[in-house]
């Protein structure tokens, strides 16, 4: 009996290291298939970023009502005080993320938006100083100072006269790292209350219904559209965000939250090598040490958590306001997202 539980206890893991491992890939190769829809095929941000949160929203809200409990995606609307906080996480924490991650790879590439994305933790780190809900300790300081390191090598290559990368996808990298230390601190009540699913799909479909009045997924040639676009749209709604998203989630099931969010930093590392092969953009040496700086940095973050002061009051404080690697595993834009 023992040899079975432990057999079954094995084979949940490894099922578990599956879908994060897959989970994490599909959100970084989405990023590369999403530039080459943007720079190749001509399709615009506003109209992508839309059809892929309504989309992916509304699939997550069906697997919660098929798979869990069906009566959470109801229930999250009957309280003001849940309904109130989840329409400003859908426009200021998704549909920020994902516009802002979208963005930078359309002027940029789906690599270097994926790593700035990587600066949220950092970004969450002086937002709980400045709070004073945690104190700046040896690990912090290494954590910044591989964070500035990389992104000196990632965006100039090394030089000291010129940007490897062109600013407007710098400002909306940055940007998407803003929204995502926003995303990861702000769904934590909601998520305390209610399973990720239910909180992100509708989160998605808000942002998606948002975005309609600016630019209406409807208002598209679709005739206009090749095989080839249909089976890209397709991978970066279904794969590189719905099932990314599911799978990642659900390896919480039989992993650890730090080994998940280890795992997870496979996302970088498959958004910068589909890049660079598949698209064949050029990558500097030097911005190949960034990236080892920016998921060295992720690494560390993952192995434990900040110190908070001393006081009673003061760990309370930091207590609500949990851990900021533990949510961002499991609210990833990258994914992350999810990216």
Known sequence: M??????????????????????ASCWGIGGAVSQRLFQEHGVSVDWLVTVRLLTAGILLLVIQSLLKDRSQAAAIWKSRQTAVPLVIFGLLGMLAVQYTYMASINHGNAAVATLLQYLAPVMIIFYLLIRRLTVLNGKDMITVTLALTGCFFLLTNGSLSALAVPPPAIIWGVLSGAALAFYTLYAIPLLRQFDSLVVVGWAMVIGGAFLSFVHPPWEVNLTAFTGEMYAYLIFVVIFGTMLAFWFYIESLQSLKPQETSLLGSLEPLSAVFTVVLWLGEPFGGFQWMGTVCIIAMTFLLTSGEHTPRSSKNQTARLHKNNNSDKSLSKNRKHFPNEN
Do not use: H, W
Not at 4 to 20: A, D, E, M, N, Y
């Open 2 to 23: 023992l040899e079975v539980i432990l057999l079954r206890g094995k084979q949940s893991r490894l099922t578990g290291f599956l879908l994060v491992i897959i989970g």
